[in-house]
Structure formats: C-alpha cells, structure tokens
Nanobody
C-alpha cells in the first residue's frame, strides 16, 4: 500500500555531512509522523529521530545537536541532515512512516529498505 524510498547514503569522512531523504508514495490519506532509525552490525534497530511537526521532534541523545530532521508534508518526504559525523554513526539507516491510509482506517507503520551510511577515514 505504501512505499518508502530512501536516498543520500554513502561513504563520508569523520566530521563530514550527509543528507538523507525519504519519499513516501502509494495509498495515503495522511502521514502522521516520519522518522529515521538505524541499525549497526550486531546492534538493535534504534530510533535516530522522529518528526510530527516542526515543533514536535525527538532525537536520540547520541545525535542531538548534530542531526536535524525536517519534513515536507506536500511532498510526503522526510530529511535527515547529518553533520559532524562520527565512526559510531556507521549503520544502515531506515525510513519509517506512520500512515493513515484512508479516513476510515487506523494508522500503520511502514518501513523503507534502508540506506548504508559509512563514516570512515
């Protein structure tokens, strides 16, 4: 019903920046919230940042002050600006959207396939 397509991952040096994008498409009445999660090798998938509105966001402590999440509701797109990247940020980053499909339906979670971010010198 809903597809999420991520882009912007890649290889970057420590201290560098990357911007991730995720566009939602399909049968959508309203996207309640969007977010980014990441999973490093041997680790659980953890929340990086989530956004409901510009004044309602949540960040993991490890990225607070370095990453910025934003949302373009007209484009059904969420962005993650990642600055001052560290080796510890290396992970597969997954886009998430909490979506109300129709006015008669409850909201459901959807996930992208993930995009690799590697921070290395």
């Amino acid at each position: 019903q809903v597809q999420l397509v991520e882009s912007g991952g890649g290889l970057v040096q420590p201290g560098g920046s990357l911007r991730l994008s995720c566009a939602a498409s399909g049968t959508i009445f309203r996207i309640v919230s969007m977010g980014w999660y990441r999973q490093a090798p041997g680790k659980e998938r953890d929340l990086v940042a989530r956004i409901i509105s510009s004044d309602n966001t949540n960040y993991a402590d490890s990225v607070k002050g370095r990453f910025i999440i934003s949302r373009d509701n007209a484009k059904n797109t969420v962005y993650l600006q990642m600055n001052s990247l560290k080796a510890e940020d290396t992970a597969v980053y997954y886009c998430n959207a909490y979506v109300r499909i129709t006015p008669l339906s409850s909201s459901r979670d959807f996930w992208g396939q993930g995009t690799q971010v590697t921070v290395s010198s």
